[in-house]
C-alpha cells in the first residue's frame, strides 16, 4: 500500500513540474512580445517626429513613389508620380478609390494574386510590369513594393517606387517630335509606322518606308488600310491580314512577329522577305487598342542564308545515302554502339538482332584481326594515329565473313580525350573480286598491247577491203523488191553496223587528217530523226546483250531538218554511245537530246565504271585508255573516239564538257550551233500525225511565265489550228481570261506575281469561269501536285515533259473533237524513238492480252507459235518491236524460264 501512494506522489510532481515549464515558456515570449512592441513604438515615434524630413527627400526623389493604404487609396504621391503617369491633384481626386489606375488589366491580375501577397509576406518585392498613362499609354518600368508596418508589425501601407530613368516608352508625350522622328530615321535602318485603327489610316510612315514604297503621302491615306495588300505577296497576304486582326485583342505588350515577302517597285518589283513586328501603341479610355505601333525589317539575306543551309542539309543527307555506307556511332562514356541500316544490311542482321554494346561488335569481327583492329583503335584514341581507320572480316549473319573498310573519327574535350566516336564501314566484297579480276585483265591487255602498233598500221587495208565488198553486196539485196518486211529490217541492221564498223575504220584515218590539219566539214541537210533512228539502232542490239537499257529523251521540239554536216554529227553521236556501251557492265545509257536558241545539245550519260579526276584531261589523248584503270584497258577500241569527237566538236563551233565520278558513271555533253530548216518534213512518219479538226476552232489561253514553253505549246496548237493567246503568269491569266473568255486554259503552276493555283482559284470564284475547262501543266509531276491541281479547281493535270499526243488527247476528251491525220506511212519520228526507247516501261508494254497469249503458247512448248506472233507484234506495232525481238530469241534458244520472268509484269 504504501508503494502505491509513493508511486502516485512521484507522477503528480512530474506532472506539476511540465505545467510550472509551460507557463515559464509563455512569459517569455510575452516578454519578447513586449520587448518588440517598446522597440516598434520608439521607432515610430522616431519617424514622426522626422515626418517633413522625409517628406523633403520624397518630393525630390528620382523615382515616381506612390502610397497605398490597404483599401487601395492613394494616400501619398510626389510630382514625379504625377508626371509619369499623366495625373494632376484634381484628376488623382477624381479617381475616387480606383487608385490603380496605372496598372493594366493583365498586370492588376498579377499585383493582386502575386505580388502584393508576397510583399504582405516578404515586405518587399521587385520586378519589371507593364503599366500605363492616365491616356492608356503602355510602358514598362521597373517597381519596388515596399511594406509599411505600424508599431506592433502590422502592414497598414505599402509604398511603390517606380523607377524613371529607364522607361521603355517615353511617357511625357504621344507624339514624337519632329527632332526625334529626324534621329529617329538616320539612326534605324528598319521601316516603322503608325497606324490608326479607328480611321484604317497610316498616320506616319518613316521616310524609308515611304521611299520603299514609291507612293506620296496623298497615295498613302487614299490606300488607307489597303496599303500593304499592293505589295505583300499572294501567298502571304491572307497571314498578314489575319494577325493584323489578332493584334486588336492581343495584350498589352504583346508583340506580334510576322514574316512575309513584300515586292519593291523601284527594284523592278523584286521580292524582298520581310519580318514585321506591331504592338497596339495606343488604347482608349475603356482600354481598346486604337493605334498600333509597327517596325518592318529586311531579312532577305536572313532568308537567303536559311534557304542555303537548308539545301546545304539536303545535299548532306543525299550525299550520305548515295554513298551506300554503313555508319555507326560510339559513345565512349556509356561504351555502346549505334548501328545505322546500311551497317546492319551489310552484315545481314536487323535492329533488334544485335546488342550495342562493344563486346558484341567485337565478337563479329574475325579472330585473326581482332588484335590488329583493337590496336589501331586505341592508337588512334590516344592521339598516336591522325585518324582511324582499318580493314577487316566481319561475320555475316548467313555464316560466311565480309571484307569492310572501317573508318572513324572521335569527338575530343579540352584534354584531349576522346569521348564519341563516328564513322563509317564500306563492304569490300565487291571491289576485291574486281580487283583480282582486273590483275587478270591487266596481264591479258599487256601481252595484247605489244602488238598495237601493227595493228593501226594494218587496220584500214585489211578491213576496208572485204568491208567494201559486205557493204556492196549488202545494198544490192536491200535493193530487191521481192524482199520481206523482216528480211529487209534485217538488211538495214547489217548495213548500219557495217557502216559502224566502216567508221571506226574511218577513225584512224581521220587522225591523220587531224594531226596534218586536213580534216573538213561538209554542212548539208540533216533528217534528225532518221539520224537518231539509226544512230540508235546500231547499239540497241547491244545494249540488249549485255542488259543495259538504252533509252533516248528531249524535253524540247526538236526540228525535224537542220543544216549541219551529218556525217560528222554521226560521228559524234557513235563516239559518245560506243564509249559509253564499252564502260558499263550494269544499268543503263540515256541519250539526250535539247534545242534552244538555235543551239543543239547533246547529252550521254551512262552508269559505268567512271573516270578518276586525275584522268579526265588524258582521255583526249590519242590512243589514251588510263593505265592504272584496268577495265578501261581491257575493253576493246582503237582509243581515238574521245579524240576525233572533241576536235570535230571544236570545228563545229560546239562545246564538249565531261562530268565523271569513279564507280558511278560519266556524264558527256556536247552543245552545237544548229541551223534550223524551216519547212515541212518531206520524210513521213510512221505514226499518224494529227493535222487539223473540222470542228470550229476553240480559243485557248496558254499560262506559263517560261517563254521557250509558252511559245512551244502555242505553235503545237496553232500549227492544229487552235486560235492561241498568251499569258505571263496568274495575274496575267486574270485579265486576259476576263478580257478574251478563252474555252480552254492551259495553266502552269509555279510562277511568279501570282501562282498557278491562286489564279485557278480566283477563276473559279467568278460564274462565267465556273464551266471554263482548265488543264494544269506542271515539271513537278508528284502525285500531290496532281492531286492539288484537281481540289483547287482544274479539270485535269498533264507533267511536262509531255508527249503532244497526250496534251491532244486531253483536248479530245473535253471538247469531243474531230481529228484530221495525216496519211500513215513508213519513216520513223523523234516522236515514235521516244517512245520506242522510253525510260518509262509501261509505253512500250504489251498488254495483258497479249502477254497471256504468249505465256500459254509457252507452257504448250509452241517455240514455232511463240516465234511468229511475236513477229506478228513486231511488224504491227512498231513500239513493241524491242521486246518482241527479245522473247523471239529466248524461245529460238528453248529458253522458257526467262520468257516467263519477261512476261509477268505484264501479266499483272
Known sequence: MDGTTSATSDH???????????????????????????????????????????????????????????????????????QIFQHTSTSIAQLDGQALAEYPAETLQLLQQTIIPQVLHTHTWVGKLTLQTRQHQVFTANQRFIAITDAIGQVTHI??????????????????TPYLIHCLNQLIPQFFYIFDLKSEKYIYLNERLTQFLGYGSVTIQQLGGQLFNQFVHDEDLAQFQQKRRGLETSQTGEIVITDYRMRNPILQNQWHWFRGREMVFMRDEAGNATQILGEIEDITAYKQLEQALSQHEKRFELAIRGMNEGLWEWDLVKNTLCYFPRWLEI???????????????????????????????????????????????????????????????????????????????????????????????????????????????????????????????????????????????????????????????????????????????????????????????????????????????????????????????????????????????????????????????IQVKDTGIGIAPEYLDKIFLPFYQIGNNEEIKRVEGTGLGLTITKTVVELLKG??????????????????????????????????????????????????????????????????GFNVEEAINGEDALIQANLLHPQVIFM????????????????????????????????NAFNDSKTNSLIIGCNDFIAKPFQHELLLNCL???????????????????????????????????????????????????????????????????????????????????????????????LQ
Not at 62 to 82: K, S
Not at 161 to 167: A, G, K
Request: hydrophobic fraction near 40%.
Open 12 to 82: 503528480k510532481q512530474a506532472s506539476d513540474k511540465e505545467v510550472i515549464a509551460a507557463l515559464q515558456a509563455q512569459i517569455k515570449q510575452f516578454q519578447d512580445q513586449q520587448y518588440e512592441l517598446a522597440t516598434q513604438n520608439a521607432s515610430l515615434r522616431q519617424r514622426l517626429a522626422t515626418t517633413s524630413f522625409y517628406q523633403a527627400i520624397l518630393a525630390h526623389s528620382q523615382e515616381a513613389i506612390a502610397v497605398r493604404d490597404m483599401n487601395n487609396r492613394l494616400v501619398y504621391y510626389n510630382a514625379l508620380y504625377l
Open 159 to 176: 509604398a511603390c517606387l517606380t523607377e524613371t530613368t529607364r522607361l521603355s516608352t517615353a511617357s511625357s508625350t504621344v507624339q514624337p
Open 347 to 601: 552484315v545481314g542482321y536487323q535492329s533488334d538482332e544485335l546488342a550495342i554494346d562493344v563486346a558484341t561488335w567485337q565478337a563479329l569481327i574475325h579472330p585473326d584481326d581482332l588484335t590488329t583492329v583493337i590496336q589501331t583503335l586505341q592508337a588512334y584514341l590516344q592521339g598516336h594515329l591522325p585518324y582511324y581507320e582499318a580493314s577487316y572480316r566481319l561475320h555475316h549473319k548467313a555464316g560466311h565473313y565480309v571484307w569492310v573498310l572501317d573508318r572513324g573519327v572521335a569527338d575530343r574535350n579540352t584534354q584531349g580525350m576522346a569521348y564519341h566516336l563516328v564513322g563509317a564501314i564500306t563492304d569490300l566484297t565487291v571491289q576485291l573480286h574486281v580487283e583480282a579480276e582486273l590483275r587478270k585483265a591487266k596481264e591479258t591487255a599487256e601481252a595484247a598491247n605489244s602488238a598495237k602498233s601493227i595493228f593501226l598500221a594494218n587496220i584500214s587495208h585489211e578491213l576496208r577491203t572485204p568491208l567494201n565488198a559486205i557493204l556492196g553486196y549488202v545494198q544490192f539485196c536491200a535493193a530487191d523488191k521481192h524482199l520481206s518486211q523482216e528480211r529487209r529490217h534485217d538488211i538495214n541492221i547489217i548495213q548500219r553496223n557495217g557502216e559502224h564498223l566502216l567508221t571506226l575504220i574511218n577513225d584512224v584515218l581521220d587522225l591523220a587528217k587531224i594531226e596534218s590539219g586536213y580534216l573538213s566539214l561538209e554542212p548539208n541537210r540533216c533528217y534528225l530523226g532518221k539520224l537518231l533512228k539509226e544512230t540508235l539502232e546500231i547499239f540497241h542490239l547491244q545494249a540488249h546483250h549485255k542488259n543495259i537499257k538504252l533509252t533516248f529523251t528531249t524535253h524540247s521540239h526538236l526540228p525535224d531538218i537542220i543544216h549541219i554536216d551529218e556525217k560528222r554529227l554521226r560521228q559524234i553521236l557513235i563516239n559518245l554511245l560506243s564509249n559509253a556501251l564499252k564502260f558499263t557492265q550494269i544499268g543503263f545509257i540515256t541519250l539526250q537530246l535539247e534545242f534552244d536558241n538555235e543551239k543543239l545539245q
Open 655 to 720: 562545246k564538249l564538257e565531261i562530268h565523271s565520278e569513279l564507280g558511278k558513271g560519266s556524264t558527256f555533253q556536247v552543245e552545237l550551233p544548229i541551223q534550223k530548216i524551216s519547212q515541212p518534213l518531206d520524210l513521213p512518219a510512221k505514226s499518224p500525225v494529227i493535222i487539223g479538226f473540222t470542228n470550229p476552232s476553240p480559243l485557248i489561253l496558254v499560262v506559263d511565265d517560261n517563254a521557250t514553253n509558252r511559245l512551244m505549246l502555242k505553235r503545237l496548237l496553232q500549227e492544229v
Open 748 to 779: 502552269d503552276i509555279v510562277m511568279p506575281i501570282m501562282s498557278g493555283y491562286e489564279a485557278v482559284r480566283r477563276l473559279r470564284q467568278q460564274d462565267e469561269f465556273k464551266k471554263t475547262i482548265i488543264i494544269a501543266i506542271s515539271a
Open 812 to 906: 479530245q476528251k473535253f471538247l469531243d473533237l474531230n481529228w484530221i491525220y495525216e496519211p500513215i506511212l513508213e519513216q520513223s519520228s523523234i516522236s515514235s524513238l521516244q517512245q520506242t526507247y522510253s525510260d518509262t516501261p509501261n509505253r512500250v508494254a504489251l498488254s495483258p492480252e497479249q502477254a497471256k497469249y504468249l505465256y500459254d503458247l509457252t507452257q504448250q512448248g509452241d517455240v514455232y507459235g511463240v516465234m511468229e506472233y511475236a513477229k506478228q507484234l513486231a511488224d504491227t506495232q512498231e513500239n513493241l518491236r524491242a521486246i518482241c525481238e527479245e522473247i523471239a530469241e529466248l524461245a529460238l534458244e528453248l529458253r522458257e524460264e526467262e520468257i516467263y520472268k519477261r512476261l509477268q509484269p505484264y
